[in-house]
Antibody, heavy 121, light 107 residues
Framework: QLQLQGSGPGLVKPSETLSLTCAVS??????????WGWVRQPPGKGLEWIGQ???????YYNPSLKSRVSISVDTSKNEFSLGLTSLTAADTAVYFC?????????????WGQGTTVTVSS | DVQLTQSPSSLSASVGDSVTITCRAS??????LNWYQQKPGQAPKLLIY???NLQSGVPSRFSGRGSGTDFTLTLSSLQPDDFATYYC?????????FGQGTTVEIK
C-alpha cells in the first residue's frame, strides 16, 4: 500500500528557506499517471494548493507563491521535495504531501500525515 | 482563480440524519470537482472525485452530484465517524483551489 512520509524542520526563522521532503514507499514515484503535490493549511484555516510535479520534471505552481516556491523530484530516492524561500509568519502551516492521480483528474488520493512548520525568530 | 463557495460553513446534525453540503464555483468547471473529509489533526481524505465518483473504500452513504458551477455532497444516515470538516476542490483551472470548508458537528 502506497504511503507518503513528510519530513523537515518544525521551526524556521523569518526570511529563511524551508525545505521539506516527502518519501514515497510501497510504490514507484516514476509512474506516468501520477503527479506529486504539496498542500498547506495555516492553523485553524482551510487548504491551499502549493504545486505539484511529475517524475519527468514537469511542474505546476500556485501563482500566489510562484516566485518563492520550487518542487523537485529524486527518482533514485523515490522522494520529492518542496522549497519555499523568504519565509514570513504567514507561511506557518501544516504542510501535506499528496499523490495526484491523472486518471481521476488530479484528485489527491493518497496523503502524507502532515509536517507542522512554524516561522518564528 | 476559481473561487469555490461552500454552504453552510457549519451545521449541527444527529446520528442518522441526512445532510447536504453545497459547493458553488465562480466559473464552470464541468465535473472536475472533488470532496475531501478532514478530522482534527489528520490529513484530508478523498471521498468523491469528478463530482460523483465514490473513492474506493468510502461508504456508500456518501454521494456527490453536480456539474458546471453547482455541486452537492450528501451524507445519508450520519454515523459518529462522519463528524468532521468537508472541503470541495476543483482541478479544472490551475491553480487548483479548495472551498473554505464545512464543519459537521454533533447536535
Amino acid at each position: 500500500q502506497l504511503q507518503l512520509q513528510g519530513s523537515g524542520p518544525g521551526l524556521v526563522k523569518p526570511s529563511e528557506t524551508l525545505s521539506l521532503t516527502c518519501a514515497v514507499s510501497g510504490g514507484s514515484i516514476s509512474r506516468s499517471s501520477y503527479y506529486w503535490g504539496w498542500v498547506r493549511q495555516p492553523p485553524g484555516k482551510g487548504l491551499e494548493w502549493i504545486g505539484q510535479i511529475h517524475y519527468s520534471g514537469t511542474t505546476y505552481y500556485n501563482p500566489s507563491l510562484k516566485s518563492r516556491v520550487s518542487i523537485s523530484v529524486d527518482t533514485s530516492k523515490n522522494e520529492f521535495s518542496l522549497g519555499l524561500t523568504s519565509l514570513t509568519a504567514a507561511d506557518t502551516a501544516v504542510y501535506f504531501c499528496a499523490r495526484c492521480e491523472l486518471n481521476i483528474k488530479m484528485a489527491m488520493d493518497v496523503w502524507g500525515q502532515g509536517t507542522t512548520v512554524t516561522v518564528s525568530s | 482563480d476559481v473561487q469555490l463557495t461552500q454552504s453552510p460553513s457549519s451545521l449541527s446534525a444527529s446520528v442518522g440524519d441526512s445532510v447536504t453540503i453545497t459547493c458553488r464555483a465562480s466559473q464552470g468547471i464541468t465535473t472536475y470537482l472533488n470532496w475531501y473529509q478532514q478530522k482534527p489533526g489528520q490529513a484530508p481524505k478523498l471521498l468523491i472525485y469528478t463530482a460523483s465518483n465514490l473513492q474506493s473504500g468510502v461508504p456508500s452513504r456518501f454521494s456527490g452530484r453536480g456539474s458546471g458551477t453547482d455541486f452537492t455532497l450528501t451524507l445519508s444516515s450520519l454515523q459518529p465517524d462522519d463528524f468532521a470538516t468537508y472541503y470541495c476542490q476543483q482541478t479544472y483551472f490551475a491553480p487548483w483551489t479548495f472551498g473554505q470548508g464545512t464543519t459537521v458537528e454533533i447536535k
